[in-house]
């Protein structure tokens, strides 16, 4: 009987309850010995107080099983992230309502794939770009710093010992442009992801990123590690995002970076004992934003840990194919 009542449309079963209520209003004048009189006296109002309370209270318990899976369905469209993609509504309830249901999941669908691949688009064009400058500075700003390095090194012999000096400082920021052009082209475009692998990209990374902050990182990267080139740039591309934050906003003395898999996944971790991000830096960052993006066009899971003042956990978790 519950099953078949469960299964019932959605305006029958509200219709079931209000008739139900109404009927036990029937049943109860009819048969209970109430009278009431003109004017009401104390006694039948407070009589018909407790009946009018009961009727509510049916009519809520009545209606609240019926109207229970619009509750979850809405409370599943309000609480939906478009940057975490897999959350479905639950098909539960009478056919009006799975119906419901399952029409907002198929647009759940055709959202999140479109999404997917007009994101997995933006990022080849985008890495395209990137290579598309970092060879720019290399070739154009790299090599016109060097030409500026050996010409200083030609005037070395022939100016005055007073310039000295100041033609030792013109070399040494010379250098220093050149190194950091070459630095911002290898970030733009990272090689060793290209020809060494993943493991080994990520390790210097590391290195790299010891030499700027002088904050020693623990590495435990497992090697070889088997993804897909689009699965790998992603990996590369948190973790250096990752790292980037770090070096900005922690303030952390350590770091570990940590890259593992098994059979059913591929996960990376980056770890510091920073001071945490503040609540709204989850939703308004555009690193962490950028990093959920790059998740999302892979199907990977993005987690992020960061109690105030305890440091920070950022782990991106790759299924495997099926």
């Given at each position: 009987m519950r099953r078949r009542l469960l299964e019932l449309p959605l305006f029958w079963r509200v219709?079931?309850?209000?008739?139900?209520?109404?009927?036990?209003?029937?049943?109860?004048?009819?048969?209970?010995?109430?009278?009431?009189?003109?004017?009401?006296?104390?006694?039948?109002?407070?009589?018909?107080?407790?009946g009018l309370a009961a009727l509510l209270a049916a009519n809520l318990l009545l209606l609240r099983p019926a109207l229970a899976p619009l509750d979850e369905l809405a409370e599943t469209m309000r609480t939906h992230d478009p940057?975490?993609?897999?959350?479905?509504?639950?098909?539960?309830?009478?056919?009006n309502v799975v119906a419901l249901a399952q029409t907002f999941n198929d647009m759940l669908d055709r959202l999140e794939?479109?999404?997917?691949?007009?994101?997995r688009q933006a990022l080849m064009v985008q890495e395209a770009e990137r290579r598309r400058i970092a060879r720019e500075l290399h070739d154009e700003v790299g090599q016109t710093l060097t030409g500026v390095m050996l010409q200083i090194e030609g005037l070395a012999a022939e100016i005055p010992a007073e310039l000295r000096e100041q033609l030792d400082e013109l070399r040494e920021t010379a250098r220093e442009g050149t190194e950091e052009v070459r630095r911002i082209a290898r970030q733009l475009r990272p090689e060793a992801l290209e020809e060494l692998g993943l493991s080994s990209a990520l390790a210097a990374l590391a290195s790299a990123f010891e030499r700027q902050t002088r904050v020693p990182v623990l590495r435990t990267l497992d090697q070889p590690i088997i993804a897909e080139p689009e699965q790998e740039l992603v990996l590369y591309r948190v973790a250096q995002e990752a790292?980037?934050?770090?070096?900005?906003?922690?303030?952390?003395?350590?770091?570990?970076?940590?890259?593992?898999?098994?059979?059913?996944?591929?996960?990376?971790?980056?770890?510091?004992?920073?001071?945490?991000?503040?609540g709204h830096a989850r939703t308004s960052s555009h690193g962490i934003r950028g990093m959920r993006e790059r998740a999302m066009l892979i199907g990977a899971t993005l987690g992020i840990d960061s109690p105030p003042g305890e440091g920070t956990t950022i782990e991106l978790v790759v299924p495997r194919s099926p």
């Open positions: 219709f079931a309850a209000n008739a139900s209520v109404l009927l036990l209003a029937f049943a109860g004048l009819v048969l209970a010995p109430i009278t009431v009189s003109v004017p009401v006296g104390a006694s039948e109002l407070v009589v018909l107080a407790a940057l975490t993609p897999g959350a479905r509504a639950q098909l539960s309830g009478d056919a794939s479109e999404r997917r691949e007009s994101a790292l980037t934050n770090v070096a900005r906003h922690a303030a952390a003395t350590h770091v570990e970076l940590a890259l593992s898999e098994d059979e059913r996944a591929i996960r990376l971790v980056v770890r510091d004992d920073g001071r945490g991000l503040p």
